[in-house]
């Protein structure tokens, strides 16, 4: 097919993961997408200050930065050192934002991390992510940067991610402005929840949609179990109740396509961009509206 990009359409760095910032930039413009979700591993490649160079010269929006988080560990030099990278984290966030196209959001997606190593105490985990985004809010608030809380599906509940439903994820944003902690919906993560629309309606009540990112549930699942996402059409996932509720929800912003998964990474990045494209158009079916300034 030779599908014209969606204008909501977002290209997450993490679906083509060996190609390079400036190969994403080129794929990305070449295939007609208007927006780019960074991660940072790629941006250290080439360094924060040439990263929003490159950003700033390629005409695309920044839709998010992955990623934050990991900070479940206790009081100590390991959390210390967490957070103080989330705080690098919310610097870089900022910069790419400003750096990129009008309708660019700071957006920083946040994993809250696993159980820390010889523990089972997963209430005292979750403690500790709410008491890591009451120390940094204040730092992303002057940055003018939204924390992004993301839910991951339970079966990574022990080594990724102690919040595991939408609906705990505004839990533990409520405490604080919706500018500054917000959450992510991401199909793969949350679709099974027997409560998500509720929580989807939730979110939007609360202004605290940060980011819709979409990927299909592929079974079996992987061995390696964080590379059983698959393009949207592959799997098991329909995308059209949950794209309505988000758009009903009043989320405007850029819609980011976030693929793991081995055989998508090793076929050529603009092979995958192209299917991508064609995929978004044919299952995604989100309003047709540019994101909003800001």
Wanted: some cysteine.
């Amino acid at each position: 097919m030779n599908t014209a990009a969606h204008p909501r359409l977002s290209l997450n760095q993490a679906t083509v993961k060996h190609a390079t910032l400036s190969e994403v930039i080129t794929v990305a413009r070449s295939a007609g997408i208007g927006a780019l979700g960074t991660w940072r591993e790629p941006v250290h490649d080439v360094g924060l200050d040439e990263a929003a160079r490159m950003v700033s010269g390629s005409g695309l929006r920044i839709s998010s930065h992955c990623r934050g988080g990991f900070f479940t560990a206790p009081e100590g030099s390991a959390r210390r050192a967490a957070m103080d990278d989330n705080r690098r984290a919310i610097e870089e966030t900022a910069t790419l934002a400003q750096a990129g196209a009008p309708g660019s959001r700071a957006v920083l997606v946040l994993v809250a991390g696993g159980l820390p190593d010889d523990s089972t105490d997963l209430a005292s985990a979750r403690g500790r992510v709410a008491d890591a985004l009451d120390e940094l809010v204040a730092e992303a608030s002057a940055a003018g940067v939204q924390l992004a809380i993301e839910p991951l599906h339970p079966m990574y509940a022990a080594d990724r991610a102690v919040v595991s439903t939408l609906g705990q994820a505004l839990d533990l944003s409520q405490p604080f402005d919706p500018a500054t902690v917000g959450v992510v919906v991401d199909s793969f993560h949350v679709w099974w929840d027997p409560e998500l629309f509720d929580a989807v309606a939730r979110a939007g009540h609360q202004h605290r949609i940060a980011s819709y990112q979409v990927s299909d549930w592929l079974t079996p699942i992987a061995a390696d179990a964080l590379l059983s996402r698959g393009v949207m059409g592959d799997g098991h996932i329909d995308f059209g109740p949950l794209s309505a509720a988000v758009d009903a929800a009043g989320y405007t912003g850029d819609v980011e396509v976030e693929v793991f998964n081995q055989d998508v990474w090793d076929a050529p990045a603009a092979a995958t961009v192209a299917r991508v494209v064609d995929a978004f158009a044919e299952h995604v079916p989100v309003a047709d509206v540019r994101p909003v300034l800001g």
